[in-house]
């Protein structure tokens, strides 16, 4: 079974600290992604990386990035965490070959984070 | 920009019976892929279905099926013999380029 793993179920911090989400999948996909999650908004694309090292602005960039140093890890970075990044934050990955757009993607548990 | 509708945002079915998501999306293209994914409480998101633009056969998978109509740019998401299991926020999803969810429909099984 493919396992995604986030680094903490809930997280708690204060405005202005800088925040480190992680994201493990144990199943050597090329795609990762991350998510937030926001009552009626459904799931927007914050970032996204189809290689090591490589990544991608998604809808809602602003605030946020991202780090990939491993092909199994992805990691989100909050530089300034703020009080509208309170939300819940998912990490997901997919294999790239075949046809890619095609492929599922599968994601981690989530992380709710309250910035207060 | 592509967007995806779901203009249901609480659905409710009794155990047994049939209920049907809708979910519509706007787009240009004429490659893409659609995705339903189920998120049950406290629980981690999985695929449910999913269905390719250039297949006009509507993908099907156990109880779960889907009227895709291309045209009306329509996708909507067929439950049989719903479950207790079933209860869960239900997202449809919009794959080209990017990926687009809509804002969920919750759905609850009444016993």
């Known amino acids: 079974d493919v396992k995604v793993t986030q680094s903490s179920r809930y997280l708690v911090k204060r405005t202005g600290e800088k925040v480190f989400l992680e994201c493990v999948q144990d199943?050597?996909?090329?795609?990762m992604f991350w998510y937030r999650q926001d009552p009626g908004l459904g799931l927007r694309l914050i970032y996204f990386s189809y290689d090591v090292k490589m990544k991608e602005k998604g809808d809602i960039p602003e605030g946020y990035s991202v780090s990939r140093e491993k092909k199994e890890r992805f990691s989100l970075i909050l530089e300034s965490a703020s009080t509208n990044q309170t939300s819940m934050y998912l990490c997901a990955s997919s294999f790239l070959g075949g046809l890619s757009f095609y492929n599922e993607q599968f994601f981690g548990p989530g992380t709710r984070l309250t910035v207060l | 920009a592509q967007t995806v509708t779901q203009s249901q945002p609480e659905m409710s079915v009794q155990e047994a019976e049939t209920v049907t998501l809708s979910c519509t999306y706007d787009?240009?293209?004429?490659?893409?892929?659609l995705f339903w994914y189920k998120q049950p409480p406290s629980r981690q998101m999985i695929l449910v279905i999913r269905q390719e633009a250039y297949k006009q056969q509507n993908a099907t998978e156990n109880r779960f099926s889907v009227n895709f109509q291309k045209a009306a740019k329509s996708f909507s998401l067929k439950i049989s013999d719903s479950q207790l299991g079933d209860a869960a926020m239900y997202f449809c999803?919009?794959?080209?380029?990017?990926?687009?969810f809509g804002a969920g429909t919750r759905l609850t099984v009444k016993p």
């Open positions: 787009t240009s293209e004429s490659d893409y892929y």
């Open positions: 199943m050597d996909h090329e795609n």
């Open positions: 999803a919009y794959r080209n380029n990017d990926m687009r």
